[in-house]
């Protein structure tokens, strides 16, 4: 008998102990946090991903369960230079070990260097997707060239105007020196 697995309720012991992949391509709209990011999604807008299941012998010698997940999107967002609309691909590929309490994970969290999560039978596979790909986001989000060079330079006429009828606001430092001013 094999067993089927929902995305959005994985058992991740049993994914990954049947070593199952599971691959799809949802809409960017079902992903609202990450919708919400953006400068406004397309229907067809989609993030393409998959996620593997796989055991492998830990350090105690007793199986873990490991999860691989890739995934990919282009997001509309505002180029920080010209303030125009950039498409941002976001891409994800890591993997996440799991374990089996809180507790367990914040102290092997601290020493591994892969990513540590809890072992659970209603995990939701999308909100990961959703998280990992929200981190993804550039802080600055740009073009490579810009449609249109934004202006990088301001000029104002009265800067390179001296007024020579000025006093120099140190000639008063130069009297306390007991220099002469200017």
């Given amino acids: 008998m094999t067993r089927e697995f929902a995305p959005r309720r994985l058992d991740v012991a049993a994914f990954a102990e049947d070593g199952v992949t599971l691959s799809g391509h949802t809409p960017l709209l079902d992903f609202t946090r990450l919708a919400a990011e953006t400068t406004g999604v397309s229907p067809d807008a989609e993030v393409t991903w998959t996620a593997e299941g796989e055991q492998r012998t830990g350090v105690t010698g007793a199986p873990d369960a490991w999860l691989h997940l890739e995934a990919d999107a282009v997001v509309p967002l505002v180029c920080q230079r010209c303030l125009a609309p950039v498409d941002i691909g976001l891409s994800v590929d890591r993997w996440f070990r799991f374990v089996r309490d809180e507790e367990t994970a914040a ?37 490579d060239a810009c449609p249109d060079a934004p202006p990088l330079s301001a000029a104002d006429a009265d800067f390179d105007v001296a007024d020579g009828s000025r006093p120099n606001p140190f000639a008063v430092l130069g009297k306390l020196r007991g220099g002469k001013p200017e």
């Avoid at 892969?114 to 999308?126: A, C, G, K, N, Q």
């Fill in 107 to 143: 102290i092997e969290d601290e020493e591994s260097e892969e990513d540590i999560l809890v072992t659970s039978r209603d995990f939701d596979l999308h909100a990961l997707i959703e998280d990992e790909l929200l981190m993804e986001i550039p802080v600055t989000p740009r073009h």
